[in-house]
């Protein structure tokens, strides 16, 4: 049976205190020895995650499929792929995570569905089946000729052959992903029904896939139209009305002035995935200068009312560089894509430690910075542990590989023969198994698993100020260290990193609320010393520290 959440998981906003974790169902724990991550294996995981901090955990699709695309080509929306588990399965999922105080994001595919949906099936079939309007068709394959490939490295246009429905149909993705047709309203109230269904079954909220190109228009790129916002709004309206504190996070992959807009003045989504920001934490990491961070926060910050950005290092996909000058990807490619076979679309298919040399402190100091910035964190799974890639897999299947929980040819991950597993292991021996796992790391003193959990920690402890949206950049001329103030109602957070490879001073002016008895949270022993409203100290390589200082009272009325 469906669950309701208790009441406290819902109320306020919650998702702007909360730690989200990524997971891809299919790799993370296989409970039934067939090779293949499921519903039941998270669920058996929940109390790791609990321990680590994570508040919420966004589930990859687990609806029927094909698998040509992760699950994002859905042939049936309203039931569990019979290997991930069943519906009692979710629910049982859902609930163990909320009595544990943990919420449960899935992912909303609303753009396209697989060319195997009944759907499509009966449309191409049937030119007079009322599916057959579901999908967009051409006899030239010409139409929307604006609109740009997304997946280049694999398809060459938008529109494919069909044979047996003797026409072109649109995809905006993989050819095995169909485009729905949203000028088509039934297409428009199946959608909202979907949603609904998996809300009613107890789910917190989505990750809106694909958002900007529901709708298209001859002429246009057919991106982020008006009615592309209209719709979502329908269905932040029906969610507002039906299942209160409930959420939705756009995969909105644009520009800043492109992404904006989908807060929606606090009527559509109300968290929005920073995609601009995240190659360039990257570059300004390479390049030792926070100059391009402090930019694009400027021009991003503070979200609007109530909502507020996603931030991530990692995910399942590429790290984009679409929204990168052709010098500023070059120089990424440069940086971090020296191996050929790291380059995909746009980016670059790499885990965060491969990305960083499997430099604990790197990862930890990144994974500090995106805890640190007034937003929603998104870890990616495995990263807490420091976890690598295989460049031999294909597409971006080699940054989904099995989840390490402990050594040994399977990774603990599930007990059948690893030929038999959904992908094989990491097999590079600086993150393999034997050196990067679950129960290689917990509990032993200094491990990157400890110190990622010692940040969680930290960061829930300090929720309340952590969670304001106020943000502060500090001035620091010259260097390469990437300051800021995150002004809470008890404390202000003063949260430095040092992105380069040197030891570095910093000296600022602090401003007046700078009082006496700063505490640096995370126990490092003592970097910084503050004298007079100014701050004075030294940063190791790649070094970093949150200060805490309690709000000096406000003088009385006179
Ligand atoms: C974005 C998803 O993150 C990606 O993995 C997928 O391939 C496309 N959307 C198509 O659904």
Redesign the pocket.
């Known amino acids: 049976m469906a669950s309701e959440p208790p009441p406290s998981l819902r109320t306020g906003s919650w998702f702007r205190s909360v730690v989200f974790y990524e997971i891809p169902v299919r790799s993370f724990f296989d409970s039934n020895g067939d090779g293949i991550g499921d519903l039941p294996g998270v669920t058996a995981k929940l109390d790791y995650l609990g321990r680590l901090g994570v508040g919420a955990i966004w589930l990859l699709p687990f609806y029927v499929s094909p698998w040509r695309?992760?699950g994002?080509d859905i042939s049936d929306h309203y039931a569990i792929h019979p290997k991930l588990g069943t519906v009692d399965d979710f629910d049982r999922l859902v609930e163990e995570a909320h009595r544990r105080g943990i919420r449960v994001l899935g992912d909303y595919?609303a753009n396209h569905v697989s060319t195997d949906h009944p759907w499509f099936q009966e449309a191409r079939r049937d030119r007079s089946s009322p599916y057959r309007a579901w999908f967009l068709w051409s006899d030239t394959g010409t139409e929307f000729s604006r609109v740009r490939v997304i997946f280049r490295d694999e398809e060459t246009s938008n529109w494919s052959w069909d044979e047996v429905a003797g026409q072109y149909y649109f995809h905006r993705?993989f050819a095995s992903?169909a485009d729905l047709n949203y000028d088509a309203p039934a297409v428009r109230a199946e959608m909202i029904r979907y949603a609904r269904f998996w809300l009613g079954r107890g789910l917190d909220g989505f990750r809106c896939?694909?958002v900007p190109y529901l709708f298209k228009r001859e002429g246009t790129r057919s991106q982020s139209l008006p009615e592309v916002h209209q719709f979502f709004r329908e269905v932040r309206a029906m969610m507002d009305r039906e299942f209160p504190g409930t959420v939705l996070v756009a995969?909105a992959n644009q520009s800043v002035p492109e992404t904006i807009p989908y807060f929606g003045e606090g009527r559509e989504f109300q968290m929005v995935m920073h995609f601009p920001l995240m190659p360039n934490l990257f570059l300004a990491l390479g390049e030792e200068d926070p100059r391009r961070i402090v930019h694009v926060l400027r021009a991003t910050l503070p979200a609007p009312g109530g909502t507020s950005w996603a931030y991530f290092l990692r995910n399942?996909?590429e790290v984009t560089g679409e929204h990168l000058s052709e010098d500023e990807r070059e120089m990424m490619l440069w940086l971090y894509g020296r191996d050929p076979r790291a380059v995909l679309n746009h980016g670059l298919r790499r885990r965060l430690a491969p990305m960083l040399d499997g430099d604990d402190d790197r990862v930890e100091m990144m994974t500090a910075l995106l805890l640190g910035l007034p937003g929603a964190p998104y870890l990616y799974y495995g990263d807490e542990i420091g976890m690598g890639d295989r460049l031999d897999l294909p597409d971006r299947d080699g940054v989904r590989t099995p989840m390490q929980w402990s050594e040994g040819p399977t990774a603990g991950f599930s007990t059948a023969s690893p030929d038999r597993l959904v992908r094989p292991i990491v097999s590079d021996p600086r993150f393999a198994p034997s050196v990067r796992s679950v129960a290689g790391e917990e509990g032993r003193d200094g491990s990157l698993l400890e110190r990622v959990r010692a940040l969680l920690s930290v960061r829930n402890e300090r929720a309340e100020t952590f969670s304001s949206p106020l943000y502060d950049a500090l001035e620091l001329p010259g260097s390469p260290v990437f300051g800021f103030v995150r002004p809470g109602p008890a404390e202000h957070i003063l949260c430095l990193y040092n992105l380069s490879r040197s030891e570095v001073e910093v000296q600022a002016r602090l401003p007046a609320w700078s009082a006496p008895h700063p505490t640096e949270l995370l126990g490092h022993e003592r970097r910084l010393t503050v004298t007079e409203g100014a701050l004075r100290g030294r940063l190791p390589p790649y070094g970093f520290a949150w200060v805490g200082f309690p709000r000096v009272p406000d003088p009385p009325p006179p």
Do not use: K
């Open positions: 695309d992760e994002y595919v993705f992903q896939d694909a995969e399942h996909d």
